[in-house]
């Protein structure tokens, strides 16, 4: 009696495969949508566009994506039998076709210097890689300021996918360190004659509502240990509360270095001034790279839409979001700012600058 009983209640074995398969389905179309929403965002198009570039590589973002930057040249279209929206004005790209490794790679002869063991060059900068328009214009010519100033680090932020490939082949002589693989993230890039790679970790800001983090890289340059890190902070005048905190992650991490060791981090911050001040100002063993030399005005904004037109702003505003702190060690070697300048200032032949943000090329003197 029991057994029958149970018998009724219990569905049979094929309504509930169904139910099992439709409860899957139903997984598998919420992740879809989810997916879609991601690829929109990062490539600033529709729903629409998103859901044909995923469904033509097996809802696979990392193919949707580059299929998206890079349509096949023989058809010009992309995944889905369909060319993406910015075919028309030529903006979608293949970072690597046609890109070589010489002349203005990054890893060409013409920069193949003597090392200076008293000098130690950084550059960090937002490369803007959400914006689509003229990207792989952008994208080659912030290889080729890397290629005229060949900076022992650079930092990078708002890097994406397909900029990876393009680094990699004219930057074979860096090391490539991303924060992340997908959608936009940082990196670091060490020069492998001068800087040896010991060991990196990414610290998660637990609260950011947009994926940002810190990357942390320990390197050995000349026999002396220098620890390098970079973020993105959280943007925009209204996450000022969470970039307050995530500067203070930063702030601490760098406390938590040996004493031996010199301490540079430089990012785009989205800093204003009144938030350092918010936060008590920096800790007095942790300076400024800018206001360590001087304040220099030539170099102040790193993001000016008045001399900067990429965004066609209406507004125009002057900032000093891109900053570089450096905590020296107590003793060993160290690590000094001498100069300070910023980059990315010519217009390219498409008649766009590299970035919206300028870059920052600082240069330290390196006393054994």
């Keep these: 009696m029991e057994e029958r009983a149970e018998a009724a209640r219990s569905p049979p074995p094929a309504e509930h495969k169904r139910e099992q398969e439709d409860e899957e389905a139903l997984h598998v179309a919420k992740r879809r949508k989810v997916l879609c929403s991601e ?5 600033s198009s529709d729903e629409a566009v998103a859901r044909r570039f995923l469904a033509g590589s097996d809802w696979h973002m990392e193919r949707a994506l580059n299929a998206y930057f890079d349509p096949p040249r023989d058809t010009g279209t992309a995944a889905g039998g369909a060319a993406p929206a910015c075919a028309d004005s030529g903006t979608c790209i293949d970072l690597t076709a046609d890109a070589t490794t010489s002349n203005a790679g990054v890893n060409s002869e013409d920069s193949q210097q003597k090392e200076d063991d008293s000098n130690f060059s950084l550059i960090t900068w937002n490369i803007d890689g959400l914006d689509l328009g003229n990207v792989k214009d952008r994208a080659r010519g912030i290889c080729t300021y890397l290629a005229l100033y060949s900076p022992d680090v650079v930092f990078l932020q708002e890097v994406i996918p397909p900029h990876l490939p393009l680094l990699q082949m004219k930057a074979g002589n860096y090391t490539i360190i991303p924060s992340n693989i997908d959608e936009y993230f940082t990196a670091v890039m060490l020069k492998k004659s001068r800087v040896k790679l010991l060991k990196h970790e990414i610290v998660p800001f637990p609260t950011t509502a947009m994926k940002r983090n810190l990357l942390v890289v320990h390197v050995s340059i ?7 890190m970079t973020s993105h902070l959280e943007s ?3 996450h000022s509360k969470e970039r307050i905190k995530q500067l203070q992650i930063v702030l601490n991490e760098m406390q ?3 004493e031996s060791t010199t301490v540079i981090f430089g990012g785009d911050t989205n800093l204003r ?14 300076k400024d790279a800018w206001e360590f030399l001087g304040k220099p005005q030539h170099c102040r904004y790193t993001w000016d839409t008045q001399s900067n037109t990429n965004l066609n702003a209406a507004y125009k505003c002057k900032m000093r979001f891109d900053r570089i702190y450096f905590r020296p060690a107590v003793e060993g070697g160290h ?7 910023l980059i990315g200032l010519e217009k390219l032949e498409c008649g766009r600058f590299p970035s919206d943000h300028w870059g920052i090329l600082c240069n330290f003197d390196v006393i054994l």
């Design 39 to 43: 690829f929109a965002a990062i490539t």
């Design 273 to 286: 001034d009144s938030e350092v001040t918010k936060l008590g100002n920096l800790p007095d063993n942790i």
């Design 236 to 238: 925009t005048k209204d």
């Design 222 to 228: 000349s026999g002396i240990e220098l620890c390098l």
């Design 335 to 341: 690590f000094i700012p001498r100069s300070m300048d």
């Design 256 to 258: 938590k270095e040996s």
